[in-house]
């Protein structure tokens, strides 16, 4: 009998904002590496995480949501998310289940009819449609583009996702085991310190600041002899209103986003940790080439 081949390779994950790419795989992964929110661009960067079983070995990456773009960070954004559809093995393509095709949708249709790439279909949120609609949706999708495979799913709820894990194992070819089985991401600690902060952040203010903000961090150091990470981070905003905003009366909506993400940042780290946020103003720094790279948004790394 044949020994079971190991198969490996790369998987991205395209789509507009807010389907639910993070969620679902942060869902595989079975911890929390991307962050989430129900605000749009919540992604910017490449993350990539890694998921490996007896089977092989499958690397995600998770891309910014297509947009229309409005300034140098969302061109950087939208110029990481198609660059990946030519250099992965596998293309998972995730839409919500709606009979309309938007102009989001179809922007990302024209982009899969120039790459060779298999492309999975995956309906996101189906727990929200019923099952005769369900079934509507798919027929009008099976038409517009040859989809290896087309899966309905939950990434919230993980409903049917073990059966996306196996479809993509049937499609990726035989490889090596490219990371360590206990690597779960690349993306440095401080990384994912900054993107919980603003995670929080994204959460707890208005639908105008957060498309403005970043965050950096200052400072990240263990105490010696103690259980401790002190950690400094800059929420960095666009205008003095927004400042105002992200600080809130006396301090209260800047002490809320910071105790929030100090508890995620210690379950992250298994650690204690005390963090102090400031929030400084870079006006347009959305459209600075030198501030982008600053704030972590380097081209040169994808």
């Known amino acids: 009998?044949?020994?079971?081949?190991?198969?490996?390779?790369?998987?991205?994950?395209i789509g507009r904002t807010n389907v639910g790419k993070s969620t679902l795989m942060n869902n595989i992964i079975g911890q929390k590496i991307a962050i989430t929110s129900n605000k749009p661009q919540t992604t910017r960067n490449r993350i990539q995480?890694?998921?490996?079983?007896?089977?092989?070995?499958?690397?995600?990456?998770?891309t910014?949501?297509?947009?229309?773009?409005?300034?140098?960070?969302?061109?950087?954004?939208?110029n990481v998310a198609e660059r990946t559809l030519n250099e992965v093995d596998l293309i998972l393509w995730l839409v919500?289940?709606?009979?309309?095709?938007?102009?989001?949708?179809?922007?990302?249709?024209?982009?899969?009819?120039?790459?060779?790439?298999?492309?999975?279909?995956?309906?996101?949120?189906?727990?929200?449609?019923p099952k005769e609609e369900l079934l509507l949706i798919i027929d009008k999708f099976k038409?517009?583009?040859?989809?290896?495979?087309?899966?309905?799913?939950?990434?919230?709820?993980?409903?049917?996702?073990?059966?996306?894990?196996?479809?993509?194992?049937?499609?990726?070819?035989?490889?090596?085991?490219?990371?360590?089985?206990?690597?779960?991401?690349?993306?440095?600690?401080?990384?994912?310190?900054?993107?919980?902060?603003?995670?929080?952040?994204?959460?707890?203010?208005?639908d105008e600041v957060p498309h403005g903000i970043a965050v950096t961090i200052e400072r990240m150091k263990e105490r010696k002899n103690k259980d401790l990470i002190d950690i400094d981070a800059t929420i960095i905003c666009e205008r003095d209103s927004h400042k105002g905003i992200i600080i809130g009366k006396q301090g209260s909506k800047l002490k809320q986003i910071g105790t929030m993400a100090r508890e995620e940042i210690e379950n992250l780290l298994d650690v204690q940790v005390n963090l102090k946020l400031w929030v400084k103003v870079k006006?347009?720094?959305?459209?600075?080439?030198?501030?982008?790279?600053?704030?972590?948004?380097?081209?040169d790394q994808y």
């Open 96 to 129: 919500e289940p709606s009979p309309y095709i938007g102009e989001g949708d179809q922007y990302v249709l024209d982009k899969l009819a120039t790459t060779k790439t298999p492309v999975i279909l995956v309906i996101n949120k189906v727990d929200t449609v």
């Open 143 to 206: 038409n517009l583009h040859q989809f290896i495979e087309i899966i309905p799913l939950s990434a919230l709820k993980g409903d049917n996702v073990n059966s996306l894990i196996e479809s993509i194992y049937k499609h990726l070819p035989e490889g090596p085991m490219y990371f360590d089985e206990d690597t779960v991401t690349d993306q440095p600690e401080r990384q994912i310190v900054a993107e919980l902060i603003r995670e929080k952040a994204l959460r707890s203010l208005g």
């Open 49 to 62: 995480t890694v998921y490996t079983s007896d089977k092989g070995q499958i690397i995600f990456i998770d």
């Open 283 to 299: 006006k347009d720094w959305r459209d600075s080439d030198f501030l982008l790279k600053n704030y972590g948004y380097r081209d």
């Open 64 to 78: 910014p949501g297509f947009h229309k773009t409005k300034n140098k960070l969302g061109k950087f954004m939208i």
């Open 1 to 13: 009998m044949k020994e079971q081949e190991y198969k490996s390779g790369f998987v991205t994950l």
